[in-house]
């Protein structure tokens, strides 16, 4: 798995690259690369046995929104794909379902509270932009990424758990949560310099944590 992320690593450097540079032929190449390689070794390390079926699924869904996201007229599919691959993560890690605690219901207040605030803007953007048909996609995928974001940040406090397998996933759906609100932020309400190249760093290095975060936990099965 080490030789699989830092080959990974290296594909989502190129594809940094490509972006700051403005070179959309590499990033074609680069960006599904990067999915495709943490995608097959991750399959390889596990086998997708157990419940790392759901996040081998999941990465292949992002590895499909990749692909349609490169292209401005598949933007809904890739919205689609993305989050599919949510819920493909957010059944990885609610297996078994877990009881609620006062840590996982403080959370959910503060990420819903943060996930509002940030689809108001986005929802102001669309309007202002002559894209209100998005709404309610942009609304469905809001509300599912912050259910994923939940569910690895509860893994904080599950005794079925190991802590560093938890952390791992939990700053993994940390990053993938704030490289969304990048790109929509970047896309709909108002683009800022290097926005494009702060999401996919985020988005990349989320995909890694959230693999390698999955990987420990099923050695520590």
């Given at each position: ?13 190129a ?7 403005g ?28 419940g ?90 809001t ?14 406090f ?47 290095l ?16």
């Open positions: 798995m080490k030789t699989t992320l830092a080959f990974t690593l290296l594909c989502a450097a594809d940094w690259w490509a972006v700051w540079r070179a959309r032929h590499w990033e074609k190449i680069a960006k599904p690369l990067t999915l495709l390689a943490l995608t097959a070794g991750f399959a390889l390390a596990t086998g997708l046995q157990g790392t079926l759901w996040f081998g699924l999941g990465l292949g869904l992002s590895l499909l929104g990749d692909v349609f996201l490169l292209f401005d007229r598949f933007f809904l599919a890739g919205l689609i794909a993305f989050a599919l691959a949510h819920l493909a993560y957010i059944l990885g890690f609610n297996q078994p379902l877990p009881p609620p605690n006062i840590f996982s219901l403080a959370m959910a207040l503060s990420l819903g509270i943060l996930a509002a605030r940030v689809y108001r803007d986005i929802a102001f953007g669309l309007d202002a932009g002559g894209q209100s048909r998005l709404r309610k996609p942009v609304l469905a995928y509300l599912i990424i912050t259910v994923m974001a939940l569910s690895a940040l509860n893994t904080l599950r005794v079925d758990w190991a802590p560093a397998a938890a952390g791992w996933v939990a700053l993994g759906a940390v990053l993938f949560f704030v490289s969304d609100i990048i790109l929509a932020y970047n896309r709909f309400v108002r683009p800022f310099r290097n926005g494009r190249l702060w999401n996919m760093a985020a988005y990349h989320g995909q890694m944590a959230l693999a390698w975060g999955a990987w420990l936990q099923w050695l520590s099965g």
